[in-house]
């Protein structure tokens, strides 16, 4: 089983900013079966760990990881523990649960400035599904205190396109359809800080294609197998975020493993045709 990375690189690219979903393109219902492979996501870890044992290692600056919605700080242990092994001051979200966008300024914004503040260094994004479209927002309006953005199975572009919307309209009272249509196409274009999306196709509960942001700059998109809920524990998306997390503040380079690492992945458009 193979992984892919398409990295989209430069200002002026003749494709649009990000591919349009329809609103009720959630994933084939048949799919959500699928979800039980999140169950096998540690062992598949546990049998990958010599290659993550070669991941890159960090210089031991903060990342913030946040849940998504409806979790708290306990569903992100495993991601938490693995990019402290790579050498990181890993801070936990710290905050209740991943509730609506609402949240953004008065919640997410200020945490991520707390550990900028105690740190006295940029810090670095993790987010999984909502967690991420938290961490894009955050990184859209303090770029200055943010070293990159890691996303996992993160809706940015449609945030109908999952079977989630109707609960999170339910838990918020945010009524998805009245957000403004400024701050919608906002969120589909990627903050001005490298950000990468790690997507998979048979994501069972968001849509893929939701999630590939085709903005252009310092911004790729990278595939991985597995399930949705199995994000946080999956062995390739593991990989990414240690090897994303590593690049040196102030410089980016596509996703390019190379090695028993790369034999882990093979490059691939995100529209599914070899490059």
Request: charged residues 20%; contains cysteine.
């Amino acid at each position: 089983m193979a992984a892919s990375a398409d990295a989209r690189e430069g200002h002026g690219s003749d494709e649009p900013v990000a591919p349009r979903v329809r609103p009720d393109a959630a994933p084939m219902p048949l799919l959500l079966a699928l979800e039980a492979r999140a169950l096998g996501a540690p062992f598949l870890a546990l049998a990958a760990s010599p290659v993550l044992a070669r991941a890159p290692k960090g210089d031991g600056h903060p990342v913030v990881v946040i849940p998504p919605f409806g979790a708290a700080d306990q569903f992100t242990v495993g991601l938490r523990t693995f990019i402290r092994t790579r050498g990181y001051d890993v801070q936990k979200w710290g905050r209740s649960e991943i509730l609506g966008l609402h949240r953004l300024v008065t919640v997410a914004i200020s945490r991520v400035q707390q550990v900028r503040d105690e740190t006295r260094q940029r810090v670095s994004l993790v987010g999984h599904s909502l967690g991420g479209v938290y961490a894009r927002e955050v990184a859209r309006h303090i770029p200055d205190d943010i070293r990159c953005v890691v996303t996992l199975g993160s809706p940015s572009q449609d945030l109908k396109a999952n079977y989630v919307w109707p609960m999170f309209e339910v838990a918020t009272g945010t009524k998805v359809g009245s957000l403004p249509q400024e701050f919608v196409e906002q969120m589909r274009t990627a903050p001005p800080v490298p950000t990468t999306s790690i997507f998979s196709r048979s994501d069972a509960v968001v849509a893929w294609k939701s999630v590939v942001d085709r903005s252009p700059g310092q911004v790729e998109n990278v595939e991985v197998p597995g399930s949705h809920i199995g994000l946080p524990f999956n062995p390739w998306a593991l990989y990414v975020v240690a090897d994303r997390l590593a690049q040196p503040d102030g410089e980016w380079t596509p996703f390019r493993p190379s090695g028993l690492p790369g034999m882990m992945f093979r490059r691939r458009s995100a529209a599914g045709g070899r490059r």
